[in-house]
């Protein structure tokens, strides 16, 4: 299989150097490294790669423009946004310009090859009968933005991937703790009790914001009000059968 090609634009020669050590050693290929914002669109143009991993703190031209600028393009690369700037507004705007994920810096490398392979599942066959369409996981986040989920916390990883998983298999929500939980920790190199606490963590930050009408309106009916948060199943099913019904798969 070929390599996925990289992208790496950030300041930090350090950053730079880190991440292409550890990314090249996990079968990737970064094709650039880039410190400047000015620069960083002409050179993914050239280089053409499959994911773009962006800071928001650039000289000359902060990530946020980069994005706007990406935004315009014919063939637009896979973003993972790794950035410091972790307040909602930034995280949601960054998601808003067209990122695909967001992780928060200072960053552990295996968190961030687990990103890179994440917004790129879409291209790969996820068993031998289904596919997840091109636009799930841009839905997904839509979703996460809407519900009040923020990008940069633990559980909104594991949700999106309890999410998926639940895609791909339905029958595994009747196996959340055995089978579900235990997935997840070993791909993000955790424990099952923390993917728990981390999902539910998630759900109670978009609960205490409020945001009931926006969670009802993604289900298309009053399923719940402000005292009446989901379980974890609960949640990861709900949202699992929208994106069955609206992806076809």
């Known amino acids: 299989m070929n390599k996925l090609k990289l992208v790496i634009v950030d300041d930090s020669q350090q950053m730079k150097d880190l991440a292409n050590k550890f990314l090249q050693s996990e079968q990737f290929e970064v094709v650039a490294q880039i410190g400047d914002g000015k620069l960083a669109t002409q050179t993914i143009l050239k280089t053409n790669p499959d994911v773009v991993i962006l800071d928001l703190l650039l000289p000359n031209k902060d990530g946020f423009l980069v994005l706007e600028e990406l935004k315009e393009l014919n063939v637009k690369p896979k973003i993972v946004v790794c950035s410091a700037l972790t307040n909602p507004n930034f995280v949601e705007r960054a998601l808003g310009l067209g990122a695909n994920h967001f992780v928060q810096k200072p960053c552990e490398f295996e968190g961030l090859c687990h990103a890179v392979l994440d917004v790129c599942s879409n291209v790969f066959s996820i068993s031998k009968h289904k596919t997840f369409s091109k636009n799930v996981d841009e839905k997904i986040s839509n979703i996460f933005i809407t519900v009040g989920i923020p990008a940069h916390i633990k559980g909104y990883q594991f949700l999106r991937e309890a999410i998926k998983m639940t895609i791909e298999k339905p029958e595994i929500i009747g196996s959340i703790t055995k089978k579900l939980y235990p997935n997840i920790a070993q791909k993000f190199l ?60």
């Open 190 to 249: 955790t424990s099952p009790s923390k993917v728990e606490r981390a999902i539910r963590h998630a759900i109670e930050v978009a609960w205490n914001r409020g945001k009931i009408e926006n969670i009802n309106e993604v289900f298309g009916l009053p399923v719940y009000d402000a005292n009446d948060k989901p379980t974890n199943g609960e949640f990861i099913a709900l949202v699992a059968d929208k994106m069955l019904v609206e992806s076809g798969i």
